[in-house]
């Protein structure tokens, strides 16, 4: 493409986009084949004396329409023709329980890009000005706060870099002109008009009855957007504040330093940690359930909240939040050398740290009888420093492990002894004396992002 093309409303609001960003290893275009992707496309090969990085597509085929195929053949056909470097990825978009098709292929179409995008590329998309307006509308029929109002970012972190959409203040209608002056070909996803999806409804009912009455629509909703997007980061810093003195370790809140704070602010807090910690964020009536029958309920209760990927639960004076936790493999023993991480199979992963006179000693390290095991009832031994043999459940209760963590706790054994209850106590015989290496074993249960 040549570079002396005129300007035009496109290659002006994507040259202004690139120039607010830090300089990047490549741009990587998720191209469907569609108009919006493909003017992107082609504009920014158009660019490419003016931004050095190179230039890369992705195509997702989704396998969801008898033509997905020939979508895909017609654009490696247009790169080759273009000499445009292309990565075609197939995926299965298959919804899960409550999920609807249309977020089964999003996910699995970022998840792609996720893959294909190098470090320090930025990856690009063409969603525009009325894309923008069609989402905040959705977001208030769905009843969302100020996040959910604020639409798309312009800019996020994404993966190894940043996803950007060069096109949020441009309208559909100056991408269409771009199309036809360049002779752009592209494909026609039939689906788009499909009425029975609720986007699509909106886009080919609803906003053109608007626009009628109110032309400047997508331009409003989008200002509207930006205005929710400013209240949503000065909400999310004072709920940062307020995690930092409620929070005590990653994954545990106190209830009481919870309860002085207002009710607005303590759900604020709730959905703060929980994507803190990785877990699926919770509607409105998670959280309400959440404070009415958890913070606020009686100091001996044990009550949970669940919702899908997550379950919030009180014990004592905090709560505790967790992926779902697999049934307990009581009569599980894995062997271990003591020499890196063990992944166990209830959740979580058990690793060692080297320290001077704490812990197991590290002579113990590479010995064929280490073994992992979990309680099955009954197990005591004697702490190091301590007179008297202790039962594994004293223990424990001790320690503050919460009930539903009491038969997942991994426990240690050198040959048929309890040599190690991990981030609890090592057992006389077994402990590292002063100016011994020892082992410090440590306990924790995965995220889900960490799962990821």
């Not at 000693?361 to 009832?377: I, L, P, S, T």
Request: glycine share 10%; hydrophobic share 40%; net charge positive.
């Amino acid at each position: 493409m040549a570079s002396s093309r005129a300007e035009t409303p496109v290659t002006r609001a994507l040259g202004t986009a690139l120039a607010r960003l830090p300089s990047p290893q490549g741009y990587l275009v998720a191209w469907s084949g569609g108009l919006d992707s493909t003017v992107l496309l082609f504009a920014l090969k158009s660019l490419e004396e003016r931004c050095p990085p190179p230039v890369r597509a992705v195509h997702v085929d989704h396998g969801l329409h008898a033509d997905s195929e020939q979508w895909a053949d017609h654009c490696r056909r247009l790169a080759r023709r273009s000499g445009i470097a292309l990565e075609v990825r197939r995926v299965a978009a298959r919804p899960r329980r409550g999920e609807s098709p249309e977020a089964a292929a999003r996910a699995a179409r970022y998840l792609a890009f996720e893959a294909s995008l190098r470090p320090g590329e930025v990856l690009l998309t063409a969603h525009h000005e009325d894309d923008q307006a069609e989402t905040v509308l959705l977001q208030l029929l769905r009843g969302a706060g100020p996040d959910g109002l604020a639409g798309m970012p312009f800019a996020s972190p994404f993966g190894s870099g940043w996803h950007v959409r060069p096109f949020l203040g441009l309208g559909r209608n100056a991408l269409v002109a771009e199309a036809q002056a360049r002779g752009l070909e592209w494909i026609d996803d039939p689906s788009n008009a499909d009425r029975g999806l609720r986007r699509n409804f909106i886009r080919h009912e609803i906003m053109p009855r608007l626009r009628e009455h109110w032309p400047g629509l997508g331009r409003t909703l989008s200002r509207s957007a930006s205005h929710c997007a400013a209240a949503a980061r000065t909400l999310r810093a004072i709920a940062e504040q307020d995690l930092g003195l409620v929070a005590e370790g990653r994954s545990t809140l106190a209830i009481g330093r919870m309860r002085e704070l207002p009710p607005e602010r303590q759900a604020a807090v709730l959905r703060t940690w929980l994507d803190r910690i990785g877990l699926p964020a919770p509607r409105a009536r998670d959280v309400q359930r959440i404070l009415d029958e958890l913070v606020h309920a009686r100091p001996d209760a044990t009550p949970r909240v669940c919702w899908p990927g997550v379950e919030v639960r009180r014990f004592r004076d905090a709560l505790y939040a967790t992926s779902p936790l697999s049934p307990t493999a009581t009569c599980t023993s894995l062997r271990w050398d003591l020499t890196g991480e063990l992944v166990l199979p209830g959740g979580g992963v058990l690793s060692p740290s080297v320290a001077e006179g704490r812990g197991l000693k590290a002579d113990f390290r590479g010995r064929g009888d280490v073994r992992v095991a979990f309680r099955q009832g009954g197990e005591r031994c004697r702490p190091a420093g301590q007179a008297f043999r202790r039962t594994l459940k004293n223990l424990l209760q001790e320690s503050g492990v919460p009930p539903w963590l009491r038969s997942r706790w991994p426990l240690v054994y050198i040959g048929e002894e309890l040599a190690a209850v991990p981030g609890i106590c090592v057992s006389a015989g077994f402990a590292a004396q002063e100016g011994e290496q020892g082992l410090v074993l440590e306990w924790r249960l995965t995220s889900a992002r960490e799962a990821e």
